[in-house]
């Protein structure tokens, strides 16, 4: 599935999933400790990955920086960080756990490190339905103070399902095929990047962007983590 047929339908999905009713709280209520600390530069942890989809942690982590990057944060890259963790033993985030995090800070400079757990990426198939469901939580810790600064979660789930606009058993068949060949082909990485959307839609925006302590009384949903 090319991202043309993608996006409008996780745009969908995303919309749907902002738009719940729910609890609104400020961004300063809610992550004070953003405006407090004020980290401009962010060292992003490989992803955490609790799905039996093995390939989900190297895709996932190619959808990290570019967000943060617009939303005014610089962002170590990725490659590099991993490369040096691994050089230091470190092979999985799960080693760092609740470590101190300020050697973080001395050795690489980042005021913060964002650690992403990938809760769900799978495709739920059942012939003439189809769902694909990509849930990461995150978590944005301070080098200096070893505090959450920042934590929510983004889940999109996309509607696979081929429609048609016939009836009868000839629209049941070809809307099953549609499905099917929506199931083999769709590509994660475009929910994946829209779940990160709805993440950082809660981050209050870094120093690098004009609106740099300017969003605190902006509003989000209350029960994202």
Not at 87 to 98: A, C, H, N, P, R
Not at 152 to 163: E, K, M, P, R
Request: with cysteine; glycine share 10%.
């Amino acid at each position: 599935m090319t991202h043309r047929n993608v996006l409008p339908l996780s745009l969908f999905a995303l919309t749907l999933a902002a738009g719940c009713a729910g609890p609104q709280i400020t961004k300063a209520a809610k992550f004070p400790l953003m405006y407090e600390e004020k980290p401009r530069t962010i060292l992003v942890l490989p992803p955490i990955n609790s799905t039996t989809a093995a390939d989900a942690k190297g895709y996932y982590a190619t959808t990290v920086s570019s967000p943060l990057a617009f939303s005014g944060y610089y962002v170590f890259p990725i490659e590099v960080t991993d490369d040096i963790l691994k050089s230091q033993g470190l092979y999985d985030t799960e080693m760092i756990g609740d470590q101190p995090l300020n050697r973080f800070g001395q050795f690489f400079g980042a005021d913060a490190v964002l650690f992403t757990h990938i809760r769900k990426w799978n495709k739920s198939y059942m012939v003439i339905s189809s769902t694909l469901t990509v849930s990461v939580d995150a978590k944005l810790k301070s080098t200096k103070t070893n505090r959450i600064l920042w934590e929510y979660s983004g889940t999109i789930v996309a509607d696979l399902s081929g429609n048609s606009s016939g009836g009868g058993i000839g629209g049941v068949i070809a809307g099953a095929i549609v499905t099917a060949i929506n199931s083999a082909t769709a590509d994660y990485v475009p929910y994946a990047r829209l779940a990160n959307v709805q993440m950082l839609q809660s981050m209050p925006v870094g120093g690098y962007h004009p609106k740099s302590g300017q969003d605190g009384d902006e509003k989000i949903l209350e029960h994202g983590r």
